[in-house]
């Protein structure tokens, strides 16, 4: 299956969608003749976006896909955040940012696009090292109740960036599908939520992605960190406030946000 081949429609969404990115606005839908009417249609204006970013590919989002939904997103180099001192920048709004939590496989080898298939156990073979993560998550639209699955495609899939924490035991994480979230907002109570991640195992959306991209004549690269699907839904958490996240068994995230001053 190729890549879809981005049209001067695309560009044009692109051009738009990438500008809204890169300062932290939103805006209604796209101009109905940019809209994009299939998956197809949204993948070339995701193609069209990556070099209007100007940036690499530092991860990917992904998610099993269904009959008329691919869940696939490229995460950009300069909104990759690792734990530190320092607070993680986010497009805030009203003080909070929402967050998915979700586990980040991060590869210790390139598995770049080839004929034959990829093995699962190729795939787990170039995982070198399994961290506790937070997508990071904003939209470019500003009424997301009228959007498509295309729209939301094209734009994405909400996502604005990662926050990768602590790494834990691959093994143990690899087959944990079921795990409470423990979340601790500094000053106050501690709140749970059932965690579940949608797949019956994390890493199985990466195996498709690895199939996905060497369909499309592209590949993973050595060092991209992938996340495969929140456990815990989307919710919200305040800036400039320190957090812990709990995940069951595996340990523990913390962070503190700071809010992105836009133009």
């Known amino acids: 299956m190729p890549t879809p081949t981005p049209n001067s429609s695309a560009q044009a969404a692109a051009t738009i969608l990438v500008q809204r990115r890169l300062h932290g606005q939103q805006g209604p839908c796209l101009p109905e003749p ?12 995701q193609l069209a ?24 997103a490229p995460i950009y180099a300069r909104t990759v955040h ?9 497009w805030a709004h009203g003080g909070m940012v929402r967050v998915e939590p979700e586990l980040a496989f991060v590869l210790g ?40 699955f295309a729209d939301k495609l094209a734009d994405g899939l909400v996502n604005q ?3 990768i924490g602590p790494a834990v035991d691959g093994e143990q994480a690899s087959l944990t599908n079921v795990m409470p979230i423990a979340i601790q907002v500094e000053g106050s ?19 498709w992605l690895v199939e996905y991209l060497r369909e499309q004549g592209m590949g993973l690269q050595a060092g991209q960190a992938v996340i495969t699907g929140s456990y815990a839904g989307t919710f919200p958490l305040p800036v400039s406030q320190g957090i812990t996240l709990r995940y069951g ?6 962070v503190r946000f700071s809010a992105r001053a836009r133009a």
Do not use: N
Request: aromatic share 4%.
């Open 82 to 90: 690792r734990a530190s001192e320092k607070p993680c920048p986010v």
């Open 49 to 72: 976006s990556m070099p209007l970013m100007g940036d690499a590919i530092a991860g990917w989002k992904c998610g099993t896909p269904g009959p008329d939904k691919l869940v696939v």
């Open 109 to 148: 080898r390139d598995l770049p696009a080839r004929a034959q298939p990829y093995t699962p156990d190729e795939v787990d073979d170039a995982i070198s090292a399994t961290h506790l993560a937070l997508e990071l998550i904003d939209s470019r639209y500003s009424e997301p109740s009228v959007l498509s």
């Open 249 to 254: 068994d595996l340990g523990e995230l913390r």
């Open 189 to 207: 109570p501690e709140q749970v939520r059932a965690g579940q991640h949608p797949d019956p195992l994390p890493r199985l959306p990466l195996y």
């Open 34 to 45: 940019l809209r994009p009417q299939t998956l197809d249609d949204a993948m070339r204006i």
């Open 161 to 163: 960036g990662l926050f």
